[in-house]
């Protein structure tokens, strides 16, 4: 298997900051998403590049801890995280475009590629077809909650 990608997109009836804070409130992610169970931050200070945290969420009917570390961060425009665990190499970015005053459109995209010497766990061999589109909807899911929350407080 080589590198799998999906990205999900949606729009938000908020400003590129107030949707920028709700994404990078590590704090508050439990709160927001209804995927995330616990959130551990591991670094003490703002949000930024070296910034590391614990998330523990459901995945396919199981918990499942990630440490989470952010590679890249343009505040408010765009972030990407990684990280690696059962022979997985894990990449998130979230990319943020202003489309109109109050508007922002987020688009998330994952992908995965197995580590060199690593057998491919679960979730590597649900990323093929039907895997793919779970991975889709939770992604989905995980932004139809930030918006519900941001727009909530706009």
């Known amino acids: 298997m080589g590198n799998t990608e999906v990205s999900v997109e949606r729009d938000v009836a908020a400003p590129m900051t107030a949707v920028w804070d709700a994404l990078t409130d590590l704090e508050s992610m439990p709160l927001v ?62 990319r943020l475009t202003r489309r109109t005053p109050g508007r922002t459109s987020v688009r998330m995209t994952f992908s995965a590629r197995p580590l060199p010497g690593g057998k491919l766990p679960l979730l590597a061999r649900l990323l093929g077809g039907l895997g793919s589109r779970a991975v889709s909807r939770a992604i989905a899911k995980d932004l139809a909650d930030v918006a519900s929350s941001v727009e909530r407080t706009v």
């Open 33 to 94: 998403l209804s995927g995330v169970d616990a959130v551990e931050v591991l670094t003490p200070g703002p949000f930024g590049v070296g910034t590391r945290w614990r998330e523990t969420r459901r995945m396919f009917g199981k918990s499942a801890t990630e440490e989470m570390r952010v590679t890249v961060c343009d505040a408010p425009v765009r972030y990407v995280t990684e990280a690696e665990n059962h022979g997985m190499h894990y990449f998130s970015e979230f």
